[in-house]
């Protein structure tokens, strides 16, 4: 509900002819509905969740919920987004980019299952296969807005040019945010959630500058809440690699071709924080080592949600918490922008 009513107060505030109230709803419903029939597939398929035995020992019980919720809501947002627009060219390409990395996606949740383990295509493929997507979404922007691929505006009207380094940075927000999202999904409903709030808040600071993106932002957010709906504790379906992927891509190609990096980055706090914990734990644990070979660990797991788990934090209670986190840091970007 809070989603709806930030996206209704933002249309009056604009006072747009086509705003996002009404694709953000059409969205949500679609995904909604596009989980009931969906989600009955994936249980005759078998496509079951394979559960980490080195993770939460509660989340066993979760071994065989459905996985690769993202091969319905992701498209159905995408193809919303796309008509609604008109066929606006840079809605169709950062669709492109984010279907590209459903699929990446998707080719590692079926490996998984076929395997019967936790393992997918091999990390090296998959970010090779990340890279080669972003790069080509470059090329594109590249070619039909060159300058978009040389400066990145900061706070205060500062202009970084960054000339041909902005490449390599591109290839890097694709890649940080994608695994960002990805690691965030691992409590009922946070990545769904936590991402539709992001998404709403680059269509809020979108929808005057460049409103056929803030309309594929805002469709994406609905989408998302639908799928929360099945995904809410206790989660009938996992969105799965499939649209973890998809959403952390979306978010790097709308905020690489607005040339919004710096409120991206405001917006992916939790996302940031998630990475930085398995970061710093990795590297803890590895500069800690004694002559046994083993480390020290800084938290009791990582991403940090699993440590607020162990910590005593109920499911409910991290996803709120973080909930709230996410709002705080897309209003502070809207004010800020």
């Known amino acids: 509900m809070t989603i709806i009513a930030v996206a209704v107060t933002l249309d009056y505030q604009v006072n747009l002819q086509s705003g996002i109230t009404l694709p953000l709803l059409v969205s949500l419903l679609g995904s909604a ?18 559960i980490r035995e080195d993770g939460p020992q509660s989340h066993l019980k979760k071994a065989g919920t459905p996985t690769m919720g993202g091969a319905f809501f992701i498209p159905i947002a995408l193809l919303i987004a796309v008509f ?33 383990s936790n393992k997918g295509i091999s990390p090296r493929a998959k970010l090779g296969l990340q890279i080669l997507s972003a790069i080509a979404f470059c090329v ?65 600071i979108l929808l005057v500058s460049n409103p056929p993106l803030a309309l594929f932002c805002a469709c994406l957010s609905g989408a998302c809440v639908g799928f929360v709906v099945h995904n809410r504790n206790p989660a009938k379906v996992f969105m799965g690699d499939t649209g973890s992927l998809a959403l ?47 480390g020290k660990r800084l938290f009791k797991m990582s991403p940090l949600h699993h440590h607020l788990e162990l910590s005593g934090w109920s499911e409910i209670q991290i996803v709120g918490a973080f909930y709230a986190i996410a709002l705080l840091l897309a209003l502070l970007t809207f004010f800020l922008h």
Do not use: H, M
Not at 263 to 287: D, T, W
């Open 248 to 294: 952390g891509a979306g978010l790097a190609a709308v905020g690489i071709s607005s040339q919004q990096l710096f409120p991206l980055f405001i917006i992916s706090g939790i996302f940031f924080a998630e990475s930085l914990s398995v970061i710093v734990q990795v590297g803890y644990y590895k500069a800690t080592k004694d002559e046994n070979g083993v």
């Open 33 to 50: 509905v596009g989980g009931t029939v969906v989600i009955p597939v994936l249980k005759r398929l078998k496509a079951g969740q394979f």
């Open 84 to 116: 609604w627009s008109g066929f606006d060219p840079q809605v169709i390409a950062v669709s492109l980019i984010t279907l590209s990395y459903a699929l990446i996606g998707l080719v590692d949740d079926w490996q998984i299952l076929v395997k019967k």
């Open 140 to 204: 594109w922007l590249g070619v039909s807005s060159p300058a978009t691929l040389t400066n990145v505006p900061l706070p205060f009207n500062i202009i970084l040019p960054l000339g041909f380094l902005f490449w390599p940075l591109a290839v890097f927000v694709f890649a940080a945010e994608s695994n960002a999202t990805n690691l965030t999904d691992g409590v009922d409903g946070l990545a769904g959630g936590t991402c539709a709030i992001a998404f709403l808040g680059l269509s809020s």
